[in-house]
């Protein structure tokens, strides 16, 4: 077996010639969340509850369709793909039914990305637990498993579900993220991270529901992985390695009082019961409680309502057919009754809470725990048996670690889980943008150093001004960075989720076509990333199903860089891939110079150094780019081949200027030069202008070789540098195009004042 194609060395990935690998990736694809057959999105309520016959054959894509999308991808300068898909599309007919038809189809689409040259992940994915408590990944049997009735969840509000929602058009946009701290997934994630400590009575087929749900979840997993391994041509070429389990949470673990809204909960929205509340309402109690919004200034209380589950519960009835999975529940273990009235936590007789700090403290040593033991000792837990598992089949394998979610990384620095082999993979999101569903160009929040203590008040996080937010999130990620550096060791990272919302001000932009805010927000996001010297990201998200009516198809969100609704991107704007041909050092597009000069081209002597046939090809048809979805933004220049480090590198849109830093220890060889995706609509042959430290360059548009479909075919502009040893540095400047209307006007200083003033007045 050939080598990986990717290797780690300290804190940057390297390739079999030695130069440093920057993985600009995007996911693929968020509707691999709900199944294919019958189509599912999250709006449509028919056969929703009839989980086991389902099929996720053709997420992301057909097999038919596959080039077509790897192709578009591709052409827009993406290396890596993180390969999203859920548990319940190989495990969904049942306890150790596989879908070896959708795991056929999964190895064909990945032999497809194949052959344009992708760096490939493997995430097994999960929102909120499952489909039917609100979210993704979760088989539905795994919550009969658990004694729960997702049937009734509704009524409970025990999850908050997009399907059985009366007006599905009027979903709350973001509410599917607050079913982490309701009844479902609290129960869920309690058994599936602690339920030996917690949930001792829960005993199915001789194992604790911990066992129970964490063996079938990795079993499943290793079934997908042994059909790739036998596969023989997908391991290193394409798939580098795999994922940890999606954005882990805690349930109930570490809640110190199950009466309280806990200090370090954050995201507040609709009705926010406390767990207790959660639990009475679960069990057909009604409870009076509190409401919150999400405005500008982030989430307030908007009142109090009343939730009556008119004595529906959430627990599976005593007279549920216990034996249809072919499982055998302990007679210990009562259905019908809440779990944790069965463990002494509530009596249900009198609805008294008698043990509120049941969570609070580890069984075992009787230590307290904080969000940060549960890491250290419940998720790690885990993720060893996980880790040992994908090791045993690929044992060279990547793994992109993902600890809880802006939680503080798990203490492994030196200790045997500081695996050379891997990557910090935490995701960051804009939350005053993604939850208000609006660019604020005048203020932002560091959210990020709010939740570590760095301010004495929140009101000094206030960054105002729109080059003030986005150093903001430059210094948020890398924070992030040197924390997962100074917790876990020297590893890559990469942040395998980032993204902004489309729908932005109810949809102007799909009205209008004026895409300026969404081209800001994104722009500020991937300057953050360049900033950040992370190693690389994925973008959240494509999906090829996307609408403007219902975006991702999946609780509301829109966060897709392409949709069925917008003008398709030219195939010469933004195709290509880097050949594999050999280069003709003695062409007329190889320019020349002393290593000890630095050497300027302009767009008008930049002519002699391009061949006619690059001269000849349009770098765009179409007329504004703003209406292709803020593409600009994404498709930007990057290092894909560093000979050396890369000490620095950054894309400046508004004035269409690229620059990257090296330290070089050699002089480049020949064959093994640095290279850089260079997109055609912001450097257009005949109008683009670089200037090198020192050394030898050319620009060429080469087509990926291979057998491809015509309409398959990728061509990509490629820079190749070939310089000195020592400090190097190349800046690439090409056409500056109108994106939109910025901030400084009146309006916005008047707004400017109003927003410190409210600032001021509520922190």
Sequence with gaps: MSPLRLRIDGHRFRDSEDREVTL??????????????????????????????????????????????????????????????????????????????????????????????????????????????????????TLYACGLDPKFFDATEAALVHNTYPEPANFPKMIWATNYTRLACQVMFTLFFGGRDFAPKAIIDGKNIQDYLQNHFIAAVQHLAKRIHEAGDLWHDPIIGWESLNEPNRGLISYQDLTVIPKEQKLQKGTSPTAWQAILTGSGRACEVETWDFGGMGPYKSGTALIDPEEKSAWLSPDYDDSKYGWKRDTGWRLGECIWAQHGVWDPTTDTMLRKDYFSKDPKNGATITYEYFTNYYFMDHYRKYSSMIKSIFPDSLMFFQPPVMEIPPSIKGTPDDDANMIFAPHFYDGITLLTKKWNRVWNIDVFGVLRGKYLTPAFAIKIGETAIRNCFSHQLSAMREEGTEYMGTHPCVFTEIGIPYDMDDKHAYKTGDYSSQIAALDANHFALEDSAANGFTLWTYVASNTHFWGDNWNGEDLSIYSLDDMPLSNDSFRGLESRASLDLTSPSYSQAQSSETLNVTPLNLQKTLSAENMSRESFRGTDIRGLRAAEAFVRPTPVATHGDVTAYGFDLRNCSFRLEIAAPSSTPDD????????????????????????????????????????????????????????????VKGVVRKTGVGAGTEEDEGYLAQCQRQACAVM
């Design 24 to 141: 600009h990736g995007i996911n693929c694809a968020a509707d691999a969340k709900f199944p294919a057959t019958p189509d599912q999105p999250s709006h449509v309520a028919d056969n929703f509850f009839d989980g086991d016959n389902v099929s996720f054959v053709n997420r992301p894509f057909s097999v038919e369709d596959a080039a077509t999308h790897f192709a578009r991808l591709r052409g827009w300068g993406y290396n890596t793909i993180r390969y999203v898909f859920t548990w319940e599309a190989i495990e969904h007919a049942g306890p150790g039914k596989y879908d070896e038809e959708w795991i056929q189809h999964t190895v064909s689409i990945l032999r497809i990305a194949k052959g344009f040259g992708f760096y490939i992940f493997m995430d097994p994915h999960q929102d909120v637990w499952s489909r039917f408590s609100g979210g993704s990944g979760a088989p539905m049997w």
């Design 672 to 731: 093994k030069p640095t290279v850089i995706f260079l997109p055609l609509f912001h450097f257009p042959a005949g109008q683009t202008g670089v200037e090198v430290s020192g050394g030898k360059w050319t620009i060429s548009t080469e087509e990926l070789d291979g057998n491809l479909d015509a309409d398959a075919k990728v061509n990509m502009q490629i820079l190749r540098w070939w310089h000195a040893e020592g400090e190097q540095s190349i800046t």
